[in-house]
C-alpha cells in the first residue's frame, strides 16, 4: 500500500543569524491508510516542526512532503 503523506528527508531549523538551530534532520517518515502511528522523543526533537510540516503550516529548509504524489 503506498503512503498518503511523506516526508523525504526533511530538515527544519529555528531561530536567525548565528543563533539558528536544526531541530529537525533528514526525517523520513511514510503514513498509510489504516495504520496508527504515533511521533515521540524528548523535549526539542522536532515533533512539533514535523507536525507543522505535514500540515503544510511550515515549509521544510530541506527535503519534501507529499500527499498522495502532491507536493505541499
Known amino acids: 500500500m503506498s503512503a498518503l503523506l511523506e516526508t523525504r528527508e526533511v530538515s527544519v531549523a ?7 538551530k536544526t531541530v529537525l534532520s533528514a526525517a523520513t517518515l511514510a503514513l498509510r491508510p489504516g495504520e496508527i502511528s504515533a511521533i515521540i ?3 526539542g526533537a522536532g515533533k512539533s516542526s514535523l507536525i507543522a510540516c505535514l500540515a503544510g503550516l511550515r515549509v521544510p529548509d ?6 498522495g504524489d502532491v507536493p505541499l
Request: charged letters at 5%; zero cysteines.
Open 62 to 67: 530541506s527535503g519534501a512532503v507529499t500527499l
Open 41 to 43: 522523543g524528548p523535549n
Open 14 to 20: 529555528l531561530g536567525a543569524g548565528s543563533a539558528r
